[in-house]
């Protein structure tokens, strides 16, 4: 491909993959399968990497994120961004309107009704089109400048159309769907994690992180509810704001109501009331905004809040019921969660039939037992939730809830001894082969971050286990083409058959396996707490699962207390051991391979003949203890801008030198290396005084 075709392809693919994100993300909608567009995804992120000078910073593989940063700037907003005043009941709501009346002088005051979004405010600056940054709402008058993390969510367009004004200010709520709220803290809970609250907290915690990789992993999504500054466009009401916001494909809140009386409101907001359930995300309230622009100018604001607009709150509806059962639900890793089973009652608009309950110490915590009477809540409208037991109707001789006993301290799928590791509040079973688990563990197995297993899905890996041909990952080893080819997928009246074919790319991905990196195994194996970071992170420091099974390094790490740092523990120190890897996934993986299963494992292993070796191996970023010094020891770098060879390389290089490398310029930067075309980090080590190295100079200074 001519450089000239490729830029017309990269382009091409830009768009393309901008224009399926907004069906996907704003309309709710798919045109194309996810294969397709991961391929047309990889065919942009080839090209790119081909052909780096007609890569754009704007270009939708930047959502996934890029280095992370030490803190957010601060930045001051050209207006402030206010509250907005509550009204509680059918009176206030009443009072409100009236005010308005008074104070415009009219009968009839057109006004819009919307959902209140539970999310966090954000503005967004589009500077000739192009999303220049964007910013907290902080205090009001100045927030947190978030632009690398809001730019991983893809409902936010990174270009708008054409005619774009010169300046626009897009206000909106950075929030997540119910639906993706809830994976979310499934994945979490599954990986012993602590579940967020709500969806609104799961959202804060996501932008808060410096490193917009992780927040590329958050399910974010944006809508827009006001304007800011702006400059060349002008508008006469809320209306008209909306009708840009769609031309420019920057999602709008709706569903939009209009009104123009006190009853006309009243209704808007009881019917949003009965829909709000069926929204993608949690609403507490409804806005009502004055439409007309020169009337709310007229109307001006207090130091909080405009006067002309109000958010009714919805009270949270409570409702009560009997628990019947607490039955006990095991997870991928094992871990043990109790969940009340309720007489069905309708709450917020669903029926309600069980409840998390979480944990014994959430148990014990509110005194919950079998054949209570109990009040049942959406927490943040959408997770059902016990919130308290009403005890006056408790019946004589109801026990206190003990889930060891109930379940006779043994996993309800397979039998085994549960346990409870240290600082964990959950029990788990830790029996790789527990049936419960089995399923979910193969499929973390073979996903492609892990061992990347071709052929082997979801359904594959759930017959499989049903089949009883493989209850713990390495059983795939095992398997052989006369086993795979005849498996029926489909049922016994539509049957799909895997086949020759299928079955041997299979056996030929799982050859492939055998020989793949130690962190992908270590990843694939799901240890509890240990995600695909903290797996490299591990390989790094060991060299094969044996050493990791004894890893020293991990037993003085899992005895830091909170509050001392690894940084300061005389063994630990020359690790340098990345935030990923701390004293719980320490224990986590020590007991992993301490307990039975994770000794059968290992000797399974062995059996197989498969030695997992590690491919990052460097446990001592600094030549250790040799007092050796270099010109880079001690040094922290910065990279920026095109290389000979991707940055990660030359991070690696520094690091070995016993260097540091920080993701942007500051005050504590010694050098700035610069490839080609280096952007913002360039101006803003030469505005410091930065020393600023080629890479020629880099070379010079790394062998001196
Ligand atoms: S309009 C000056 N509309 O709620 C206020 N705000 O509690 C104009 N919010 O600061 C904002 N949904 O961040 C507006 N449909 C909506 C909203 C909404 C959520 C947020 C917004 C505001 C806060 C006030």
């Not at 039955?327 to 969660?337: A, I, K, L, N, Y």
Request: proline residues 5%; contains cysteine.
């Amino acid at each position: 491909m001519s450089p000239e075709e490729a830029k017309g392809e990269m382009l091409r693919l830009a768009i393309e993959i901008e224009r399926h994100n907004r069906i996907y993300y704003v309309e709710g909608d798919s045109e194309i399968s996810d294969l397709e567009y991961d391929g047309m995804f990889r065919d942009l992120e080839l090209l790119e990497q081909r052909f780096p000078e007609f890569a754009t910073p704007d270009s939708p593989t930047k959502r996934v994120g890029g280095e992370p940063v030490d803190g957010f700037e601060q930045r001051a907003h050209a207006v402030p961004m206010l509250s907005i005043d509550d009204v509680f009941s059918e009176e206030e709501l009443a009072e409100f309107f009236a005010r308005l009346q008074k104070n415009l002088g009219n009968e009839k005051i057109p006004v819009t009704i919307e959902p209140k979004i539970d999310g966090v405010a954000v503005a967004l600056h589009y500077r000739n089109g192009l999303l220049d940054y964007a910013v907290t709402r902080g205090d009001g008058r100045v927030g947190d400048v978030i632009t690398g993390n809001v730019r991983t969510i893809r409902s936010i367009p990174l270009k708008l159309a054409d005619d774009a004004p010169t300046w626009l200010e897009v206000r909106g709520e950075i929030f997540m769907r119910t639906d993706r709220f809830a994976k979310l803290n499934e994945s979490r809970q599954e990986a012993g994690l602590p579940a967020f609250k709500n969806p609104r907290n799961a959202t804060a915690g996501a932008l808060k992180l410096l490193d917009s990789r992780e927040v590329a992993k958050r399910p974010l999504d944006f809508i827009a509810h006001g304007l800011g500054g702006h400059e060349g466009v002008d508008f006469e009401s809320v209306n008209s704001f909306h009708e840009l916001l769609h031309h420019h494909g920057i999602p709008a809140n709706e569903p939009l109501w209009e009104a123009e009386s006190f009853e006309g409101t009243l209704k808007a907001v009881q019917e949003l009331d009965l829909k709000r359930h069926d929204l993608a995300y949690g609403t507490d309230g409804a806005v009502i905004k004055v439409n007309a622009v020169a009337d709310q100018i007229r109307l001006g604001n207090t130091a909080r809040a405009p006067r002309w607009a109000a958010a009714f709150k919805y009270p949270p509806e409570q409702v009560e019921t009997v628990l019947r059962e607490i039955t006990v639900q095991v997870g991928r890793t094992g871990t043990m969660t109790p969940v009340a089973e309720l007489d069905p009652v309708q709450v917020s608009g669903t029926t309600v039939r069980r409840a998390t309950l979480h944990n014994q110490d959430e148990i014990d915590r509110k005194d919950v037992r079998i054949g209570d009477t109990v009040v049942i809540e959406k927490a943040g409208e959408i997770i059902p939730a016990v919130v308290k037991v009403i005890k006056d109707k408790r019946k004589p001789g109801a026990e206190a809830y003990d889930l060891f006993a109930a379940i006779e301290g043994k996993c309800p799928s397979c039998g085994t001894a549960i346990v409870k590791p240290e600082g964990f509040v959950a029990w788990k079973c830790l029996n790789p082969a527990c049936p419960a688990k089995a399923a979910n563990q193969v499929k973390q197995f073979v996903s492609r971050k892990a061992l990347d297993i071709d052929g082997v899905g979801s359904i594959v890996a759930e017959k499989l286990v049903e089949r009883e041909m493989v209850s713990s990952p390495l059983d795939l080893f095992s398997l052989t083409e006369s086993q795979l080819a005849p498996m029926n997928l489909g049922t016994v009246e539509e049957p799909r058959i895997l086949g020759p074919k299928n079955a041997a790319k299979i056996l030929l991905s799982l050859e492939k396996a055998r020989s793949a990196p130690l962190h992908r195994w270590i990843f694939g194996i799901g240890i509890t707490q240990v995600g695909e970071s903290a797996a490299r992170e591990l390989a790094r420091l060991h060299q094969n699962f044996r050493e990791l099974a004894q890893s020293e390094i991990l037993a003085e790490l899992r005895t830091l207390q909170t509050g001392q740092r690894k940084e300061d523990n005389e063994k630990l120190a020359v690790f340098e051991i990345a935030s990923e890897v701390g004293p719980t996934v320490a224990g986590s993986v020590l007991d992993y391979f301490a307990l039975p299963a994770g000794q059968a494992f290992l000797a399974r292993l062995e059996e197989l003949k498969i030695e997992p070796a590690s491919d990052n191996y460097a446990p001592t970023r600094t030549p250790a203890g040799s007092g050796e010094e270099n010109a880079v020891t001690g040094k922290t770098f910065v990279i920026t801008g095109t290389l000979s060879a991707p940055r990660g390389d030359f991070k690696e290089r520094i690091l070995a030198l016993g260097g540091k490398v920080a993701g942007s310029v500051s005050g504590k930067t010694d050098y700035l290396l610069a490839g080609e075309s280096a952007g913002s980090k360039l101006t803003k080590a030469e505005s410091l005084g930065v020393e600023i190295l080629s890479e020629e100079a880099f070379e010079t200074l790394a062998a001196s």
